[in-house]
């Protein structure tokens, strides 16, 4: 549900809610590869560029590791 909200501010453009909640969500799960997309995506919207790319990298390393 936690997904799904998180969306949801994110399609409203709420970024910096969106990008608490994804922050929230992978403090619970923090392997959780597609909230880290979901959260980059956040993270790029919001200018932090430098994290987004951070965050896709650790996407991927947790991505292939599966």
């Given at each position: ?12 453009f709420e970024f910096e809610?969106a990008y608490l909640c ?34 896709l990298e650790d996407a ?7």
């Amino acid at each position: 549900m936690a997904h799904k909200r998180n969306i949801f501010f994110n399609n409203l453009f709420e970024f910096e809610k969106a990008y608490l909640c994804f922050e929230k969500a992978l403090s619970l799960n923090p392997n959780d590869v597609e909230t880290m997309i979901n959260k980059s995506i956040a993270e790029d919207n919001l200018g932090y560029w430098n994290e987004a790319v951070k965050t896709l990298e650790d996407a991927s390393s947790f991505g292939a590791n599966q």
